[in-house]
């Protein structure tokens, strides 16, 4: 006997102008959930029975873009939503109603990045106009600033970590604070241009700012916003633009094929141009300022002593940058290699590495006293599955599973490689995958500490750490961290536990629960493992109650045991913009209720004495 499906009931989910993105279902608990085009998503209890209808539990609009995916945590009470188009994710907890996490990255390239000077903090400035700051110890972004109205092209920190500047195609460089979280500052040019590179003065005072229009360089003062100085010479686009922190002068390259030292202070180039045999597109200063790398179309780095204009050495990278090749990369070897480039260079703090990333497979780490190749980092381009069948194909060709060669089976695909004109190159024409999609990084820094390096890349930000300087707490990522959990811990006298959930949820309500449950004799204990990148929060979470609370002991207890334990990390992070604002918050209201007190006291003071109530002279 043949079994078989048969539809009994169809139900329809309508949405006026929108169709159904994604979808998925927990069969433990019955539940469907549906994303739709228009941004918003909906909760279903699904029905036991055929006769009975679909039950709304909740709908939500997460943005204005399509939600491309969603799926339910294994015990079904966590909703994972993804908006690939604005990069966003959330995690919603459905019966709470609250989010559990929400983070949104950039929705186009990542053109610049830089390390905050004490590399606790991560800027990057993308094609979507955003300019965004991430905390290099939990990966989360701290702030967006959307001031820019074209393309960000350029990056980086004022010194002291407290405020950012960034240069975009708009005609305009902006600075921004990083305390009030506001632009403070625009430097425009007197006609309108656009901005490519960006270098700040070690001592803060001044911005210079290159341009693709007029090849001229734009000297500002940061503290009047006034135009100093305009530095002319270079013949093409600028590329890229440094300070030395040792000398103060500002090392430029261009498309011009040339390398040239100004003294911005004095308004005149310091040396004769550089030449190269092909358009520079990067440069990075030693640390020292005894040297400066170049990076050049044709694949090269050279190695100049910027005061000589003295050529110490040079490395071809094209090979290092390309790798091996893959089946279904049309064309031989030679052709391909014309488009390999490095596109950043950073040095090591010690001047002893250089970091070379750019429109190849690979980011590139030499040695630059010997000119070798250190090691190389893998970086996947794209995570479509024509872009990560790669990986399969040259495991065949490692086992010999293919007769071909490679050039054989480029030169096999020139006659059917069709493309459409005008087309990118990523499509299918006649069946046939007309191009690979290819991995591209167009910036690239290292930590001052040298633990770390980052690399911006048209899939966001990746993050590389030979340390343990990425902070990892797992109640951030177990589904148990629920309100449910958090009053069990409780009841267990797990306060440390049950103050991290309530602060991994955001819920004041459950916050104030758990501090003002914790007997006075455990406050201390609770910090003694406690999550340092939680501190932010649990400052901010004890500003807020002093305002309206009549436990003012009682958290005061909680404020003193905070800051004890965690005396070293607030001197050592003074300067965090996580917690310095709500450090001078809890100041402020302490300071506040410290006075309204010694008002009350010193005008009832007679009164006092008069009803018994005097204190005992010493």
Same mark, same amino acid.
């Given at each position: 006997?043949q079994?078989?499906?048969?539809?009994q009931?169809k139900?329809?989910?309508?949405?006026?102008?929108?169709k159904?993105?994604?979808?998925?279902?927990?069969?433990?608990k019955?539940?469907?959930v549906?994303?739709?085009?228009?941004?918003?998503?909906e909760?279903?209890?699904?029905p036991?029975s055929?006769?009975?209808?679909f039950?709304?539990l909740?709908?939500?609009s997460i943005?204005?873009?399509?939600v491309?995916?969603?799926?339910f945590g294994s015990n079904g009470?966590?909703?994972?939503?993804g908006?690939?188009?604005?990069?966003?994710?959330?995690?919603?907890?459905?019966?709470s109603?609250s989010?559990?996490?929400?983070?949104?990255?950039?929705s186009?390239?990542?053109a610049?990045c830089?390390f905050s000077?004490?590399?606790?903090?991560i800027v990057?400035g993308a094609?979507?106009?955003r300019?965004k700051?991430w905390?290099?110890?939990?990966?989360?972004?701290?702030?967006t600033? #959307?001031? =820019?109205?074209m393309? $960000?092209? *350029?990056?980086?920190?004022l +010194?002291?970590?407290?405020? &950012? %500047?960034?240069?975009?195609?708009?005609g305009?460089v902006?600075?921004?604070?990083?305390?009030?979280?506001?632009n403070?500052?625009?430097?425009?040019s007197?006609?309108?241009?656009?901005?490519?590179?960006?270098?700040?003065?070690?001592?803060?005072?001044?911005?210079c700012a290159g341009t693709?229009d007029?090849?001229q360089?734009?000297?500002?003062?940061?503290?009047?916003g006034?135009?100093?100085?305009?530095?002319?010479?270079?013949?093409?686009?600028?590329?890229?633009m440094?300070?030395?922190?040792?000398?103060s002068?500002?090392?430029?390259?261009?498309?011009?094929?040339?390398?040239?030292?100004?003294d911005?202070?004095?308004g005149?180039g310091r040396?004769?141009? #550089?030449? =190269?045999?092909?358009? $520079?597109l *990067?440069?990075?200063?030693? +640390?020292?300022?005894k040297? &400066? %790398?170049t990076?050049?179309l044709?694949?090269?780095?050279?190695f100049w002593?910027?005061?000589?204009g003295?050529l110490?050495?040079?490395?071809?990278?094209?090979?290092?940058i390309?790798?091996d090749q893959?089946?279904?990369?049309?064309?031989?070897?030679?052709k391909?290699?014309v488009?390999?480039?490095f596109?950043?260079?950073?040095?090591?703090?010690d001047g002893?590495?250089?970091?070379?990333?750019?429109?190849g497979?690979?980011?590139?780490?030499?040695?630059?006293e010997?000119r070798?190749?250190?090691?190389?980092f893998k970086?996947i381009?794209?995570?479509?599955?024509?872009?990560?069948?790669g990986?399969?194909?040259?495991?065949?060709l490692?086992?010999?599973?293919s007769?071909?060669?490679?050039?054989d089976e480029?030169?096999?695909r020139q006659g059917?490689?069709?493309?459409?004109?005008?087309?990118?190159?990523?499509?299918?024409?006649?069946g046939?995958?007309?191009?690979?999609a290819?991995?591209r990084?167009r910036?690239?820094?290292?930590s001052?500490s040298?633990?770390?390096?980052?690399a911006g890349?048209?899939?966001?930000?990746?993050?590389?750490?030979?340390?343990e300087?990425?902070?990892?707490?797992p109640?951030?990522?177990?589904?148990?961290?629920?309100p449910d959990?958090?009053?069990?811990?409780m009841?267990?006298r797990?306060?440390?536990?049950?103050?991290?959930?309530?602060?991994?949820?955001s819920n004041?309500a459950?916050?104030?629960?758990?501090?003002?449950?914790?007997?006075?004799?455990?406050?201390q204990?609770v910090?003694?493992?406690?999550?340092?990148?939680?501190?932010?929060?649990?400052?901010?979470?004890?500003?807020?109650?002093?305002?309206?609370?009549p436990?003012?002991?009682?958290?005061?207890?909680?404020?003193?045991?905070?800051?004890?334990?965690?005396?070293?990390?607030?001197?050592?992070?003074?300067?965090?913009?996580?917690?310095?604002p709500?450090l001078?918050a809890?100041?402020?209201l302490v300071h506040?209720?410290?006075t309204?007190?010694?008002?009350?006291?010193e005008?009832?003071l007679?009164m006092?004495?008069?009803?018994?109530?005097?204190?005992?002279?010493?």
């Amino acid at each position: 006997m043949q079994m078989g499906w048969t539809l009994q009931k169809k139900h329809v989910l309508h949405k006026t102008g929108s169709k159904v993105g994604c979808c998925d279902f927990c069969s433990d608990k019955q539940l469907l959930v549906a994303g739709f085009t228009n941004g918003v998503f909906e909760l279903l209890n699904v029905p036991n029975s055929a006769s009975d209808d679909f039950e709304s539990l909740c709908t939500l609009s997460i943005s204005r873009e399509a939600v491309s995916s969603a799926t339910f945590g294994s015990n079904g009470e966590w909703i994972a939503l993804g908006c690939e188009k604005l990069g966003q994710l959330l995690v919603w907890e459905w019966r709470s109603e609250s989010y559990v996490y929400r983070q949104q990255g950039h929705s186009y390239d990542i053109a610049s990045c830089a390390f905050s000077p004490g590399g606790d903090l991560i800027v990057t400035g993308a094609d979507d106009s955003r300019v965004k700051v991430w905390n290099s110890q939990t990966g989360n972004c701290v702030v967006t600033f #959307m001031d =820019h109205t074209m393309p $960000v092209t *350029a990056v980086a920190f004022l +010194p002291g970590s407290r405020a &950012i %500047a960034a240069a975009s195609l708009d005609g305009t460089v902006r600075a921004f604070d990083l305390v009030r979280y506001r632009n403070f500052r625009v430097f425009t040019s007197p006609e309108p241009v656009q901005f490519t590179s960006l270098a700040v003065h070690p001592s803060g005072e001044v911005i210079c700012a290159g341009t693709a229009d007029d090849f001229q360089i734009y000297v500002w003062s940061v503290k009047s916003g006034r135009l100093l100085e305009v530095l002319a010479g270079h013949e093409g686009p600028l590329s890229g633009m440094q300070f030395s922190i040792s000398n103060s002068l500002l090392a430029s390259t261009s498309w011009d094929k040339t390398l040239r030292i100004w003294d911005v202070f004095e308004g005149k180039g310091r040396t004769e141009p #550089m030449a =190269h045999s092909h358009d $520079v597109l *990067a440069l990075s200063y030693r +640390p020292d300022g005894k040297q &400066i %790398a170049t990076s050049t179309l044709g694949g090269q780095i050279y190695f100049w002593k910027p005061m000589d204009g003295i050529l110490e050495g040079t490395i071809a990278g094209r090979r290092d940058i390309e790798g091996d090749q893959m089946m279904g990369d049309a064309g031989p070897i030679s052709k391909r290699l014309v488009s390999r480039h490095f596109v950043s260079l950073c040095y090591s703090a010690d001047g002893s590495m250089l970091l070379a990333a750019g429109n190849g497979k690979y980011t590139c780490m030499y040695d630059v006293e010997e000119r070798v190749l250190l090691r190389r980092f893998k970086v996947i381009g794209s995570l479509s599955p024509q872009a990560t069948s790669g990986l399969s194909q040259m495991a065949e060709l490692g086992s010999g599973g293919s007769g071909r060669t490679l050039e054989d089976e480029g030169m096999g695909r020139q006659g059917m490689d069709f493309d459409l004109p005008g087309a990118s190159g990523t499509g299918r024409v006649d069946g046939w995958k007309s191009k690979q999609a290819s991995a591209r990084i167009r910036c690239v820094q290292l930590s001052p500490s040298g633990s770390m390096w980052i690399a911006g890349s048209s899939e966001g930000l990746l993050v590389y750490s030979v340390g343990e300087d990425i902070m990892f707490d797992p109640s951030d990522l177990e589904e148990a961290t629920t309100p449910d959990a958090a009053l069990r811990a409780m009841g267990q006298r797990r306060y440390s536990l049950a103050l991290s959930v309530s602060l991994r949820l955001s819920n004041q309500a459950l916050i104030e629960e758990v501090i003002l449950g914790v007997p006075p004799k455990d406050v201390q204990g609770v910090f003694v493992n406690f999550p340092r990148h939680n501190l932010g929060k649990l400052i901010e979470a004890l500003s807020n109650m002093l305002k309206s609370t009549p436990h003012i002991e009682h958290l005061l207890l909680w404020a003193k045991a905070c800051c004890s334990q965690h005396a070293m990390l607030l001197c050592e992070q003074g300067s965090h913009i996580d917690i310095l604002p709500q450090l001078r918050a809890l100041q402020r209201l302490v300071h506040s209720l410290h006075t309204d007190l010694k008002e009350s006291t010193e005008s009832n003071l007679y009164m006092m004495q008069y009803v018994g109530l005097s204190p005992t002279p010493l």
